[in-house]
């Protein structure tokens, strides 16, 4: 079974399973439909051609993801990466640099260097009365930030490099926000609010 898409041609797995419920996922070019032993292939096709535009949106994103995976993005802005220099040097949206070595110890400072800055500016000018957070920056796969209210920390995903920097200031704001309001209120939305108007718009960008 295939699926054509803007020109492209997705290859449709299907799995079966002992479930109910049938599943659509898009992963690695392919339309994965997860489904009972014994749903029809018939079925099988009049769910992918009634879901066209949900499944259009998941292509997409995925297409997203992976660019953003193959290249290497810098603070929302895409450099070519040049190997085989002695010395790192950033021209126009060239980075020459001697090895992936090299590349990892700069992006590790610039990263540390720039969260903690945009970290600092927006505690010094948050109006309410908060602690002074400690700046943690980990690896994570399903968070873009932590605040640990018991310790003042507020601990960032390494990978925020990856988006625009408007976006690093939305996790900022949103833990910074948590030291007031813990939960997901509306109060805690408001609050987001006042320092980020378009924070709606930049949590649909981190989940693309």
């Not at 449709?12 to 690695?28: G, Q, S």
């Not at 099988?44 to 953003?68: F, P, V, Y």
């Not at 070519?80 to 220099?85: H, L, Q, R």
């Not at 995903?157 to 813990?182: A, R």
């Amino acid at each position: 079974m295939k699926f054509d898409y803007d020109g492209e041609t997705y290859e449709v797995e299907i799995i079966r399973k002992n479930n109910k419920n049938i599943y659509i996922r898009v992963k690695d070019n392919k339309i994965i439909v997860t489904c009972n032993y014994l749903t029809t292939k018939s079925t099988i096709n009049k769910l992918i051609n009634d879901n066209i535009k949900s499944i259009s949106k998941m292509i997409d994103k995925s297409n997203l993801r992976k660019e953003k995976e193959d290249n290497f993005y810098l603070f929302g802005t895409k450099y070519d990466v040049i190997y085989g220099f002695n010395e790192l040097e950033i021209n126009g949206n060239k980075i020459y640099v001697k090895d992936k070595k090299m590349l990892e110890k700069y992006l590790d400072n610039k990263i540390k260097e720039v969260f903690s800055e945009h970290l600092k500016y927006y505690y010094d000018n948050y109006l309410e009365d908060i602690p002074k957070p400690n700046l943690k920056i980990r690896k994570m796969s399903t968070r873009w930030g932590v605040c640990d209210l018991r310790n003042k920390n507020v601990t960032l995903n390494y990978y925020l490099y990856k988006y625009d920097i408007e976006c690093l200031d939305y996790v900022i704001v949103h833990e910074l926000s948590h030291f007031i309001y813990p939960d997901h209120s509306k109060l805690f939305w408001n609050q987001v609010s006042k320092y980020c108007k378009n924070y709606k718009e930049l949590r649909k960008k981190l989940k693309e």
